[in-house]
């Protein structure tokens, strides 16, 4: 099949990604978002968007985890459609508004956008595949395969714990399955499945890749890291995303007094838990293996006159692949063993392993598809092919397409 | 005057306290309490503790803080009252039930107790106080000056933050007036002045050493500590309280994906103040000036995927003397510049002192007239003087009495 010229209509992209960005989840006197996970302005975007897809011929499907699919039919609507998709939803304000990577610019087509908060992250994603959806249907074409246009529900994992939740969901491959995720509660003891029942998208499709199957899934995505800047280049071709896995630590001690506690007898959790971060720090650095964070951290007691007995912190690592992902932890817990030997306090430590996203390697027939049409696009000397640091949707995805029906093209 | 041969009645002593305790504010199934100040149970105390006063004679009188002065006559009511004094307000349940000092022993007069939870603490001074009184009150005995048996409001700072609040709005010497207090709030964003008004003990007589005199202040608590017990003595004399000093710690840092984020060019708030934590421990171990504890920290954003670019942490030092306290929190924060010079990681710290306790030195004839009743009761061997490593009510009430009336005796 020959390529065809058609161009989306760049500026007709941004003005509608600006619009509802600014009219659902926006911050005041800001491009900065705040827009979790089945909020009133999630809501309001979810019902915007089933409107746009419907107004363009589409149907729409809601499955139990409140994804929406857009279908926009082909000429054999046996095959299982090929997806374009990401998330509406965002991180809370305040990780936003002091982004560090809001000076970044992004090039889509031939405009140039300033990128500043949530926009660019997966709501960009959904909104360049309702662009080609209203591409393909202002030039009446019509595919072979179904098009399906998807919103993954909490990406973020901002209100209900657990990233990527309702496309790693819809694999069967993640930890979680509906009825956990449906009684994970946010901050305020609000059950999952009780807000999507609240803002009418608890829908009776089964999120489950064999009752709803995918032929292949196209992400556009924000780099949200600086190697793309730093090489010069307009465009990655994105090959895989690299292996990552959480782990929740329980640092124990005993509690005492701040006054009457000699410093020789203290089983200070905290100072432990201290040297222990300082650790995941610097085996990342010293292994040279990927990258070791630690976002979290929690005390039992918060009194300042007590010696803390309990703290709990997680441990975020991300490498290239499973293995090093195994040994970074591996070598993160050797020295977790040696602090203790050292300090011999009294405190001791146990770990949880909590999630866990294994390395995705693309597929090589879907690789070239973006591949070509970013060289013929920006030319060959602007695009990189890269692996992504942050994990998506597609991570989860991509694998269970070619477990479905017969691939496309 | 001529020692009298009075004793109290220990086993009422007892019998009052542990059966005040199991009524209000007991733990189920333990001696563990959790009697939060301005509580229902705390109300439920107090109305007690008025009404026993009331029925040996003693006049009651309430503050804007809710102390409670019950006083009794003596032959010459010009003079300020002789003070006992405590509190009846314990910590909240979780730090109780784990005191590593539980299996400690205290003796008074012939009886031995078990230690357990905050039965020992400032409610051990109130009702020992209140056995003199009625001790005093059967043997008909009528003193020189009044008598005075005090209930300090909030000596916990545990639900309304700041330690040994009211009788630190007394002396008129700590950072806090009545007005601070009146509009400090609980985890519920409940008012303490409300609080005061809502169980009844929002009184009229000024919070104040000059508008309310004492002339001396004695109080009966643990050790809290271990010397006591390593030193095979029954009885300490505390002679002074060591000198303690807050603050608070803010670390600042960049926000970032921690995914993305390459381990070199991160300002990781969190690994900053995990060196500074440690540093503060160090410091204390290495310069043997005293004890330094970390026992809150908090981080603004807890996101597992987000490197932290805010956290607060609270330091407690303890010293013999003020002079030890300012040099080793100068040694602390030399330790901070250091690490953030190795560092080099683009993060900050500052620092505000939040609370302090200047070191108390007690009155030689108060002293000796404890040391004296120790001796006589226990004999010289079993005694131990010392000085506090924990504050008390008494190291703020001690310094205003000689600032009053006329010395008793």
Known sequence: MAPLSLKINAQRLNDTLQETCSRWGAIRNSTGMQRLTLSQADRDVRDWLVEEARSLGCQVKVDEMGNIFCIRSGTNNGLAPIAMGSHLDTQPAGKLLTHPL??????????????????????????????????????????????????????????????????????????????????????EGIKMGDALKEIGYLGETKCDYRANPLSAHFELHIEQGVRLENEKKTMGVVTSVQ?????????????????????????????????????????????????????????????????????????????????????????????????????????????????????????????DSVRSAAVELVGASEVLEMKSAAGHDSAWVYYLCFQTTTRPC
Chains 1, 2 share one sequence.
């Open 102 to 187: 809001s000076h970044h610019k992004v090039r889509i087509d031939v405009l140039i956008f300033s990128l500043k908060g949530g926009r660019y992250d997966g709501i960009l994603g959904v909104q360049a595949g309702l662009e080609v959806l209203r591409t393909l249907h202002e030039n009446n074409l019509q595919t072979h395969s179904p098009i399906a246009l998807i919103d993954w529900t909490n990406e973020e994992g901002a209100r209900f714990s657990g990233a990527m939740m309702s496309s790693g969901v819809w694999s069967q491959q993640s930890f979680s399955n509906f009825e956990v995720c449906h009684n994970t509660v946010d901050i």
């Open 243 to 367: 292996s990552m896995r959480w782990h929740t630590i329980r640092v124990s001690g005993t509690e005492g007094h701040a006054g009457t506690t000699p410093m020789g007898v203290r089983a200070d959790a905290l100072v432990s838990a201290c040297k222990f971060i300082t650790a995941v720090r610097d085996a990342a650095v010293s292994t040279g293996l990927g990258v070791g964070t630690v976002g979290v951290i929690s005390s039992d007691t918060q009194s300042q006159a007590t010696i803390p007995a309990g703290i709990n912190f997680t441990i975020d690592i991300r490498c290239s692949t499973d293995e090093m992902v195994e040994e970074l932890y591996k070598n993160v817990f050797e020295k977790f063993n040696e602090i203790l030997a050292e300090e011999n306090n009294g405190t001791a430590w146990k770990s949880v392993r909590t999630w866990a996203l294994p390395e995705s390697i693309f597929d090589v027939q879907c690789i």
